[in-house]
């Protein structure tokens, strides 16, 4: 009899910590008892981690994805990727970005920016400049000069004065912010 009473106990002692096993329960915290004083040692549950943000890239010629772009425009407003130089309009709400040797163009209307490749690519070293850029078969020209230029709303003054037909707004080679 006391062997099986062992053996029950056993059995017993053993379902319990395969129960105990897969409980998806933690211990939040346990107290170890020190000489004089009760010392507790918290168990911290794991964090969530941050997946990196993949860079956005495509070769030169290749169409970007929608989300590539969304993910590009996000960069440049939020200042994590530079550009070489930024146009603002108002009236309508238009931002060009042009980097390397692309433009990119968003509207205040569009979900998703626009991304075109650029005849020749934005220099500083030039007084007078024009950006030049085919879109949906129009060929469109954002002429850039070194004067003090607005966007039309705000007390901003940009660096540069920019025309496109009859809009006239300011640029940049950085992102201002109004105040």
């Known amino acids: 009899m006391r062997n099986k009473s062992y053996i029950a106990l056993l059995i017993l002692g053993f379902g319990a910590s395969i129960i105990s096993c897969g409980s998806d329960e933690t211990e939040?915290?346990?107290?170890?008892?020190?000489?004089s004083a009760e010392v507790e040692n918290p168990v911290t549950e794991p964090q969530d981690t941050v997946e990196p943000v993949e860079q956005v890239?495509?070769?030169?010629?290749?169409?970007?994805?929608?989300?590539?772009k969304l993910q590009l425009l996000s960069?440049?407003?939020s200042g994590k990727k530079n550009f070489d130089f930024y146009a603002v309009f108002t009236e309508p709400f238009w931002a060009f970005y042009f980097f390397g040797n692309e433009v990119m163009f968003h509207a205040a209307d569009f979900e998703v920016p626009e991304v075109w490749p650029l005849e020749y690519p934005f220099t500083d070293d030039e007084a007078e400049q024009a950006l030049s850029f085919m879109r949906n078969g129009e060929f469109w020209q954002l002429k850039v000069t070194k004067?003090?230029?607005?966007?039309?709303?705000?007390n901003i003054d940009y660096?540069?004065?920019?025309?496109?037909?009859?809009?006239e707004g300011g640029g940049n080679t950085e992102l201002m912010k109004g105040e």
């Open 147 to 154: 004067e003090v230029g607005s966007d039309g709303m705000s």
């Open 57 to 68: 890239k495509w070769h030169e010629g290749e169409e970007p994805t929608d989300v590539e």
């Open 28 to 35: 939040s915290a346990h107290t170890n008892e020190g000489n």
């Open 159 to 167: 660096p540069y004065s920019v025309k496109l037909d009859l809009l």
């Open 75 to 77: 960069e440049f407003s």
